[in-house]
């Protein structure tokens, strides 16, 4: 079955939402929101979920997931405001626990911090399937850039998050906690394996060099032939060693510190104190 797929990007973090619908239904999943959030002064907006949720309602469909494909590092999702308005269950790889546990101890937060996934409504393992209305959802764990990675195979649409990216700009970064190149090729394999027609929806753009315009999609046969990091039968060996010196030029993402924090927790903000005010922590020389 072909889904329809609603596209929502959002140039600040580079970042592409999606809304995907049962093709004669009213169904529907929303895959990796954004909640805005000014790094300077420490402020929330939610203009970009508030359009997802807009189109959501103008259309009448139901919500019956909000997916995550992994622990974003570039912007805090919006899962739990869209929740709050629309409705859906929140999913995310059962792996989230080996995440929060890392990053439980990265930023000091003691035992009052559950290390068990509990925050999200569903934990999804390798194999496992879910429906949005007649659509049939399949879960692919593709770890290598983050432990908790997956692509959810939606119809005959893949929705990658970081593990992919378009076929000009080629692959995600394996240089963070629980990363791994040589995992990451074998999840991307896993990926290729896939028809070639499939329908490859990329979590980020950034416009590769002489491209002027962003874009998302992509296939299977697209990917095995033209990706610049892993296309043409690359080996193993090949792209380990451009993944790993490549990611030794590159610095970190303008907002991981107070993402790492909110997604981890599903969305939701760290516990408020007893003015209910709420505090986000900048450890020093931990990542």
Not at 143 to 161: Q, S
Not at 257 to 283: H, I, W, Y
């Amino acid at each position: 079955m072909k889904p329809f797929v609603k596209a929502f990007f959002d140039e600040a973090t580079n970042t592409v939402s999606y809304v995907v619908r049962e093709p004669e239904g009213r169904a529907c999943a929303i895959v990796d929101s954004v909640l805005d959030f000014d790094h300077a002064s420490g402020r929330t907006d939610t203009r970009s979920a508030d359009e997802i949720i807009a189109y959501v309602q103008g259309e009448g469909l139901n919500v019956e997931w909000i997916l995550e494909s992994h622990v974003h590092a570039d912007h805090l999702s919006a899962a739990p405001y869209i929740q709050e308005k629309t409705g859906g269950k929140i999913g995310i790889g059962r792996n989230i626990t080996v995440v929060q546990d890392t990053f439980g101890k990265v930023f000091n937060e003691g035992t009052e911090f559950q290390r068990d996934g509990s925050q999200f409504d569903q934990l999804f393992d390798e194999g496992d399937s879910f429906h949005v209305g007649q659509l049939r959802g399949d879960v692919l764990h593709t770890p290598g850039h983050t432990p908790a990675c997956l692509t959810y195979v939606i119809g005959d649409a893949a929705f990658v998050g970081d593990t992919l990216f378009m076929p000009d700009f080629g692959t995600a970064r394996c240089d963070f906690p629980g990363g791994s190149s040589k995992t990451l090729y074998e999840s991307i394999q896993k990926i290729l394996s896939l028809p070639d027609e499939t329908r490859i929806y990329v979590g980020h753009d950034y416009k590769a060099p002489g491209r002027d315009e962003y874009a998302w999609e992509t296939t299977v046969g697209e990917q095995k032939a033209l990706n610049v990091h892993i296309g043409q039968g690359k080996s193993i060996e090949e792209f380990v060693q451009m993944r790993d010196a490549r990611d030794a030029t590159l610095g970190m993402p303008r907002l991981i510190l107070p993402s790492l924090q909110v997604n981890m927790r599903a969305g939701q903000m760290p516990p408020a104190d007893e003015k209910g005010d709420v505090f986000l922590k900048l450890p020093v020389n931990k990542i």
